[in-house]
């Protein structure tokens, strides 16, 4: 059997003129009307792909649950299932700050910056509340429990950006394709798996080149 593992990061939380800043799982922020479209248009990327899902997972914190739900009645699922492993990360010190007041209060936060964006190296000394070690051992037990036990043909994932990067490096043999699996807000991936082997078929993908 071909298991296509979906995976989605919740929509926009900021709307125009509003000041982006970094937002964890401290921070329950609702979906905005822009996040309210692009759940909608994931569900109708889902279906026109012909990968309707038959297992959706999502973080606790509304905006992910909110995606999934829209997606889950769009398409005529059951609800999906709230998984705390999910969640997104406790940003600590960054948590509520533009990436210019984090580096105005600490310049040398900005290497750790820029080596979480381009490769996804967690930040050690960042004032971080969420410890790696802790985060990576819940991922690895859901990828265990929902995503590689064969459960389900199609399950899709819903969560956020510092979570949803760690998944496809436990799925895959390689992961030499992208040094960064960041996902925007909205957008979708796709890994195949057939006899225990994954493959990376799409990431980061807007619904619209899904």
């Known amino acids: 059997m071909i298991q296509h593992l979906l995976f989605a990061r919740h929509g926009n ?69 709230v998984d705390h492993r999910l969640d997104e990360l406790d940003y600590g010190s960054w948590a509520g700050r533009s990436n210019d007041e ?25 004032g971080w509340v969420s410890e790696k070690k802790t985060v990576m051992a819940g991922l690895e037990s859901y990828v265990a ?23 496809p490096r436990l799925l895959l043999e390689t992961v030499a394709q992208l040094p960064s699996f960041k996902m925007r807000t909205g957008h979708l991936g796709l890994i195949e798996r057939d006899q225990g082997s994954a493959h990376l078929r799409m990431w980061d993908s807007s619904a619209e080149g899904f």
């Open 13 to 81: 939380t900021f709307g125009p003129g509003d000041k982006v800043v970094w937002v964890g799982r401290e921070t329950d922020l609702p979906l905005v009307e822009k996040g309210l479209e692009q759940a909608a248009a994931a569900a109708q990327a889902l279906r026109r792909k012909g990968l309707i899902p038959d297992a959706i997972y999502c973080a606790s914190l509304q905006r992910t649950r909110r995606f999934a739900t829209i997606v889950a009645d769009a398409l005529g699922l059951a609800e999906p299932v």
């Open 102 to 126: 984090i580096l105005a209060a600490d310049p040398d936060a900005a290497a750790a910056m820029e080596a979480w964006n381009a490769g996804d190296a967690w930040p050690e000394g960042a």
């Open 145 to 167: 429990e929902r995503l590689a036990c064969g459960a389900h043909e199609r399950p899709l994932t819903v969560s956020s950006n510092g979570i949803l990067r760690f998944l």
